[in-house]
């Protein structure tokens, strides 16, 4: 139907949050959904608040209390990662479709529960990798499925993004965090917040479908620590896939210069670059001397809401969905394989403190010399220890490298998913949802009756 504009409940509108409700306003405004409520606990703190007040968006502070009340077709969730997979299936449960922002979760298992809760309720999951539903990266991804490129051989990535102590001490104190209080898994880092997406594009273009990411046999890492979190703040990492390509990760939050992401991905027939700061776009030369520009990742990096709102109104088998909770495992696991690996404090010896922010008041713990050793990794394509330059040596001694760790083995693979749940109609998503909270919880969820719910017009 032309005229259909599905509802959508925002949880989250602090952080991130922010730009959800800019995109779902504008779309709003534009006729394509209705924004019919948002969930924060902490909504008067964000920068929004004061619109969707004067927008009269009801505004509640937990999603139980909105469904209560509301009904919604699509649930967009930038929530801290601990509350991803809770919060989800909520939203399953209550009928709606769910875009999930980046990570899936801090369980890469959730992902093959969530895929499966979703297609029994004929819904669907997006997980929010912005470059997953890019213009400009699908069109390459189409590429390399089509073969122009042939086999993978070398991709690379560096993200250069200092932090200071106010990232760290945001919200309500799961940054930095492995495990939330309740024991749910969290595993916030570099690798799995800030630079999530750029870790999770190497996977995604390797994907032997558009909606499938490549999974890596095994990971090497090496994980370095200066701020005063439970995780790393800067890491390299390099991924072995089964097809022989090797995928390597270069990011920190510590270092005083800011580097936007840069790529090389290498193919057999060509290799294709991208710089953030020279605005130039995603470049590919092919061994025949040829190019294309593919255009700028970050020119359309809230179109999952656009997805979302398109999806909603076709039917389970037309929905064009890039990525799915199932495109998220492969990196969700990666994060998992690497969760057990020493992180190597810095000592005070190569820190320095630069004071940050308007005030000069925001404290950024720096490496010293972890900026050009991490620029000559990715120029040589290796890891930190595999440096052999004198300026690096310093680092190298502290360093405790990890080789060939595997991905972790899960309960289930996808298709015992889909059979265990196909087999078993009584587990609705109610029951799913309830179980999957006693998990996290450790305790049995309350009983809920029905309720009679009110419909926002």
């Not at 009269?56 to 077709?73: K, R």
């Not at 620590?225 to 991924?239: A, G, H, K, Q, T």
């Amino acid at each position: 139907m032309d005229d259909y504009m599905p509802a959508i409940v925002l949880i989250g509108i602090g952080g991130y949050g922010t730009l959800y409700v800019d995109e779902i306003l504008r779309d709003t405004d534009n006729g394509l959904c209705a924004l019919v409520g948002v969930v924060d606990p902490a909504a008067k703190a964000s920068p929004r608040y004061e619109i969707l007040t004067e927008r009269g968006i009801p505004i509640y502070e937990t999603p139980e209390a909105f469904f209560e009340e509301h009904t919604a077709d699509i649930c967009c969730i930038a929530a801290p990662i601990q509350f991803h997979t809770p919060y989800t299936l909520l939203a399953l449960k209550y009928g709606c479709h769910v875009v999930c922002e980046k990570p899936l979760s801090g369980d890469f298992r959730d992902g093959y529960l969530l895929d499966a809760i979703a297609d029994r309720e004929y819904k669907f999951v997006i997980s929010g990798y912005q470059w997953s539903h890019s213009a400009a990266m699908l069109a390459l991804k189409r590429d390399i499925l089509d073969g122009r490129f042939g086999k993978p051989k070398h991709l690379k990535t560096r993200v250069l993004w200092p932090r200071a102590q106010s990232y760290f001490r945001r919200g309500s104190g799961w940054a930095g965090k492995r495990y939330a209080a309740d024991g749910t898994p969290i595993f916030d880092s570099v690798a799995n917040n800030a630079a999530a997406h750029y870790l999770h594009n190497m996977l995604f273009v390797l994907g032997d479908r558009i909606d499938r990411a490549a999974m890596p046999v095994s990971v090497d890492a090496e994980l370095l620590r200066v701020n005063p979190i439970e995780n790393f703040d800067s890491c390299v990492l390099r991924m072995k896939l089964e097809s022989g390509a090797d995928a390597l990760f270069i990011a920190t939050h510590s270092t005083r210069e800011n580097i936007n992401p840069v790529f090389t991905y290498e193919f057999e027939h060509g290799t294709v670059t991208y710089a953030q700061e020279e605005k130039t776009g995603i470049i590919a030369v092919f061994d025949d001397g040829t190019t294309k520009n593919y255009g700028d990742p970050f020119a359309d990096q809230m179109n999952k809401v656009r997805y979302a709102i398109r999806a909603a109104d076709q039917d389970v088998y037309d929905r064009e969905l890039p990525c799915t909770a199932m495109t998220a495992v492969p990196h969700a696991r990666t994060i998992a394989a690497i969760a057990d690996v020493p992180i190597v404090d810095v000592p005070e010896s190569l820190t320095e403190t630069v004071m940050m922010g308007a005030e000069k008041n925001d404290p950024l713990r720096v490496v010293v010399g972890l900026k050009d050793a991490l620029c000559a990794c990715y120029e040589r394509g290796c890891m930190l220890s595999e440096l052999d330059d004198d300026d690096s040596a310093a680092l190298r001694d502290i360093l405790v490298p990890a080789k060939d760790l595997p991905m972790p083995a899960g309960d289930m693979d996808e298709d015992a998913y889909h059979a265990f749940y196909a087999d078993r109609p009584i587990l609705d998503a109610d029951r799913l949802y309830q179980a999957k909270l006693a998990q996290l919880t450790g305790k049995p969820a309350k009983k809920r009756g029905s309720r009679k719910k009110k419909t926002t017009e």
